[in-house]
């Protein structure tokens, strides 16, 4: 894993062009997923190179909607680049957690504990203060309008977290997102026909 882990930061770090999707990123939901895994006994020689690795598929070009399926085509290879030895269930493991991780937001249903993990880890980003400042930079680095803004603020609204210990860490920032959608959405209805 130490060998993902140095890899994929020093991937990350080279590409000056994802600002939200970047090493930091990688780090905290690193973090979440710790936290979750553990509370959840799940295989964290599993959920760790995963986790670290999630959005790789943006360092390979890939849409928003098909990053995760996109960076699990690549694991493999990236795995390779970073010197890790894995065998191949454990491979097969990693890219299904990654295949996923987008998890209800994207309409993708995480199967297996770890794959749960992984999801729910990223999802987490989404709730609270934090959450609010990350989902902006994702907007700013696909250069999204405002009006998709509060329509994915919306969407976020009704994510669904697969675990017990992702639930419970979600909820109490849903309120904060809740509140901070209505008042842009609010602020923005003068503006509406000019955008």
Request: with cysteine; hydrophobic share 35%.
């Amino acid at each position: 894993y130490q060998q993902v882990y140095k890899y994929t930061k020093k991937r990350f770090e080279e590409s000056t062009d994802l600002v939200a999707h970047n090493w930091a990123h990688a780090y905290r939901d690193t973090l979440n997923a710790i936290v979750i895994g553990e509370a959840e006994r799940a295989d964290m020689g599993i959920v760790l190179p995963a986790i670290t690795m999630h959005d790789i598929g943006f360092l390979c070009g890939a849409s928003p909607e098909q990053h995760g399926e996109v960076g699990a085509e690549h694991v493999a290879e990236f795995l390779r680049e970073a010197g890790a030895h894995y065998n191949d269930e454990q491979v097969d493991a990693i890219a299904n957690c990654i295949r996923t991780h987008k998890g209800s937001i994207h309409g993708k249903h995480p199967e297996g504990l770890e794959a749960k993990v992984v999801a729910d880890a990223d999802l987490l980003e989404k709730f609270g203060p934090f959450g609010v400042y990350q989902t902006v930079r994702t907007y700013a680095e696909f250069n999204w309008p405002i009006d998709k803004a509060i329509e994915r603020g919306d969407r976020i609204l009704i994510v669904e977290l697969e675990t017990e210990t992702g639930k419970k860490l979600a909820e109490p920032g849903r309120q904060f997102v809740a509140d901070f959608y209505q008042e842009l959405k609010e602020a923005n209805e003068p503006y509406e026909e000019t955008q």
